[in-house]
């Protein structure tokens, strides 16, 4: 029988203040001192009186109340708030020279000063910042674009280990801000996937769309703590890691000193961290932690490098975005070794083929890989692959992981030699490899399936004539029933047809043609870079649009006459030449031309949005969260920016993404191209 709710507010108040101060105590010794003075029984019905009382009397609820551990706070959206002190990032490093370099300039700038160096093991999670006033915990930001971020203080306070009250610093600051990094670790990561697992498997049994899997422990932490429901983040045991002590008039001298005050004062300070009187004891640092690192609990990157005295980085400054006080080491890509067991071969719809090895499942940064790609033959030759070889694998910032080498030491005798495949896997047709190419091609672009799927499916690709109410999987349906052959085939569905098929109803075949119809709009330069015509991209088949303006001129034209346009040169012309020259495709755009598609006309233009980007020019790598990565390109395009492919000292800015390529990272980083995150793109257009 739960005791009976008192009657007047006072009463409850005197209550809820002795419950606090109790279930403070016992979370400090059992989250600090690692002490359980009580048992969880007993702790949860203290617990659960507490939230009972903030209930009835819910002008008692306190913000540093031991019962926000548990959450329950809905916020629909988070404000947006200044950061007091900016966020910045840290400059990178990837080889010994580079630190060295690093500990010259400072040297030179501290003049013949003695300095010392701090290193911390650098966790890769989410940037947080907490702001205490009063000695409790008023605010917590995500590092947003570093001048402002997003209020999660609710989900912050989720955090166990995070005091949510703590005694006064020395020098009696009332207000102070502490950051650090806030993660998941990877015991829970692969709990919750676990449980992605399960569900999937109702579903898949009452055919319902399956979850997707959190991709790895970072992207899942920032995901969690940007969650409006903080009972779900409660559940999920987030955590953070303290490494920095900001405000104003600090009696600290040094780094360590604010460190020491931080973990007295109950915060869980960045494990590992130590001070290092030179580069050299910087180095060896580095080293101790290359291989211990995997045994830590969670994710890690690199290694962040300090100065120590507060002074001495005064004397040193800021660039615009990263301190110079300070600088991250970063790891080289993980790597690990497993067993080839496969290999695969995949026709594209230019008819390349590209070998993939099938592994034996490892961990890799995070993730469990299973494939990795081969590129081509002369790669397969390079390594010189043998079924059953241990191979190394690494994550080389790509998505999909490559093989580095073999381990000679462990290869068994008598196991067979990788041959790359002389037919099609797909259609058996003998291969062929161009003149200064390294692929293998299928040269039966008109018989062989995955080539023909492939060219449909780029035909009604978002960029082509954004054909959405059509998929891979239903046009591999309707290719299995002979209905398509060509992208023309597609204007000659008919309803009765697929309205035959299992799983179709009226509804979503109706969307089906409407959809089809609808793309006979689309203006003549998607249509000509729907063709798939070799080299010709969106951006050339809009040039070419907007200089012939109709389909007939540009399939009279000469080689000659098609280099005369903008940014036209001799391989496309000569491509566009050989397409139009085959009597097939004459016949295909005859067809689509009955059909009613556009065949003439310049290009579409984007709407225009704002000229905050203009001028400046971006180089896009890696996966996004929130933007497929034509939908960027067309964002810095509305607002007057421009995208080029590669990394050049012109360049504005590197956009990055998951799993950027790390030849553009060095590269930017070496020419001081400013690297952008998703979220501060998001901020620069507003
Ligand atoms: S110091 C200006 N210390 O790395 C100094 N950062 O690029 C800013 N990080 O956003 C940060 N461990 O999320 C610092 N011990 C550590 C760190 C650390 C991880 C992350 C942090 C920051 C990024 C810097």
Wanted: aromatic content about 8%; overall charge negative.
């Amino acid at each position: 029988m739960p005791a009976p709710l008192p009657v007047s507010a006072s009463v409850a108040e005197k209550e809820i203040a002795e419950l606090s101060t109790k279930i403070h105590y016992y979370n400090q010794r059992y989250y600090q001192d690692s002490v359980s003075e009580i048992s969880d029984y007993e702790f949860d019905q203290l617990l659960e009186r507490l939230l009972a009382l903030e209930q009835a009397f819910p002008q008692l609820l306190r913000p540093d109340s031991p019962s926000q551990r548990v959450g329950g706070t809905v916020t629909k959206e988070f404000a947006q708030v200044k950061h007091r002190y900016p966020m910045l990032s840290l400059g990178n490093t990837y080889n010994e020279q580079e630190l060295l370099e690093f500990d010259e300039r400072i040297r030179k700038a501290l003049g013949e000063e003695p300095y010392e160096y701090v290193c911390e093991i650098k966790f890769d999670g989410v940037a947080l910042s907490l702001t205490y006033r009063d000695g409790v915990l008023a605010q917590g930001l995500t590092r947003g674009d570093g001048e402002q971020g997003d209020d999660i203080t609710a989900n912050l306070r989720t955090i166990r280990t995070l005091p949510l009250r703590v005694g006064g610093l020395p020098g009696g600051a009332r207000e102070f801000e502490v950051r650090g990094e806030g993660f998941m670790s990877r015991a829970v990561f692969d709990r919750l996937n676990q449980e992605i697992t399960e569900e999937n498997e109702r579903r898949t049994q009452e055919g319902k769309k399956p979850l997707t899997y959190l991709a790895n422990p970072r992207n899942a932490a920032s995901g969690t703590f940007k969650m409006q429901d903080s009972a779900v983040v409660a559940r999920r045991r987030m955590d953070c890691y303290l490494y920095d002590l900001l405000g104003d008039n600090l009696p600290f001298a040094t780094h360590t000193e604010a460190l020491a005050a931080l973990a007295q004062l109950g915060f869980q300070v960045s494990p590992g961290y130590e001070l290092c009187p030179d580069i050299q004891a910087v180095i060896a640092f580095i080293k101790k932690w290359e291989f211990k690192r995997d045994q830590l609990p969670l994710d890690t990157d690199g290694i962040v490098i300090k100065i120590n005295r507060y002074a001495q980085r005064e004397a040193l400054g800021f660039t615009s975005k990263s301190p110079r006080w300070a600088i991250a080491y970063k790891y080289k890509a993980e790597s690990a070794t497993t067993e080839l067991l496969s290999i695969s071969y995949q026709v594209g719809r230019t008819g390349a083929v590209t070998p993939v090895a099938n592994l034996a499942p490892v961990k890799l940064a995070g993730t469990t890989v299973k494939r990795a790609t081969l590129h081509n033959a002369n790669e397969i030759a390079r390594l010189d692959l043998h079924l059953g070889d241990t191979v190394f694998v690494e994550k080389g910032g790509e998505i999909i992981p490559k093989i580095t080498g073999v381990d000679l030491t462990k290869r068994k005798p008598g196991i067979t030699h990788v041959q790359f495949i002389t037919n099609c896997p797909e259609c058996g047709t003998p291969l062929q490899r161009r003149p200064e190419e390294v692929a293998f091609y299928c040269p039966n672009e008109k018989g062989c399936p995955p080539q023909i799927k492939g060219r449909i499916e780029h035909f009604i690709g978002r960029k082509a004539m954004d054909i959405d109410s059509l998929g891979s999987k239903t046009v591999e349906l309707f290719f299995d029933q002979g209905w398509l052959r060509t992208v023309a085939d597609l204007y000659r569905l008919r309803a009765e047809d697929i309205l035959g098929l299992e799983g179709f109803k009226d509804q979503s075949t109706q969307n089906i043609l409407a959809g089809i119809e609808a793309s006979k709009q689309q203006p003549f330069s998607r249509v000509l870079f729907a063709l798939g015509i070799r080299y010709v991209g969106e951006t050339v088949a809009e040039k070419l649009a907007d200089f012939f303006q109709d389909i007939d001129q540009l399939q009279r034209a000469t080689a000659e006459q098609l280099t005369a346009a903008p940014e036209i040169g001799g391989k496309i012309a000569e491509s566009v030449v050989a397409w139009f020259a085959d009597p097939d495709n004459q016949a295909l755009v005859a067809q689509l031309r009955a059909e009613g598609l556009q065949m003439a006309g310049g290009a579409a233009k984007l709407e225009a949005l704002s000229d905050k980007l203009a001028g400046k020019t971006f180089v896009i790598s890696g996966v996004f969260k929130n933007y497929e990565r034509e939908a960027l390109k067309d964002l810095i395009e509305q607002h007057g920016g421009k995208n080029v492919g590669s990394v050049s000292a012109k360049t504005s800015y590197l956009l990055a993404g998951e799993g950027l390529g790390p030849s553009k990272l060095e590269k930017a980083t070496k020419l001081g191209v400013q690297i952008l995150s998703e979220e501060e793109f998001t901020a620069m257009i507003g």
